[in-house]
């Protein structure tokens, strides 16, 4: 079993900044991150595979970085230029297995989610 701590998030007005921590307990291969916003569906954001290789939803392209501690067993969110619309509960996930890095379906741990809100 593995356990990730997420931490980061806030409030942020339109353009600024944050930046999401998840620590994991345990080797993983796989980390992403995805979101929730109120009355919608959770949506991926980004993910990063074997510490190297990055994949990002288009609407986070060119804003979000997504990168990984492997030292510290911890993958980041940079969020810049954030927008109200980034208004969300964002959770972080993990697995051991392959799979679709974009499907939530396909991972085994996940984060307990932080808040980010965006003010316009």
């Known amino acids: 079993q593995v356990q990730l701590v997420e931490s980061g998030g806030g409030l942020v007005q339109t353009g600024g900044s944050l930046r999401l921590s998840c620590a994991a307990s345990?080797?993983?291969?796989?980390t992403g991150w995805f979101r929730q916003a109120p009355g919608k569906e959770r949506e991926f954001v980004a993910g990063i595979w074997s510490g190297v290789s990055t994949y990002y939803a288009d609407f986070v392209k060119d804003r979000f970085t997504i990168s990984r501690d492997s030292a510290q067993n911890t993958v980041y969110l940079q969020m810049n230029k954030l927008r109200p619309e980034d208004t969300a509960v964002y959770y972080c996930?993990?697995?051991?297995?392959?799979?679709?890095?974009?499907?939530?379906?396909?991972?085994?741990?996940w984060g307990q989610g932080t808040q980010v809100t965006v003010s316009s």
């Open positions: 345990g080797r993983t291969t796989a």
């Open positions: 996930a993990a697995r051991r297995r392959i799979g679709p890095i974009q499907v939530g379906e396909t991972y085994d741990y």
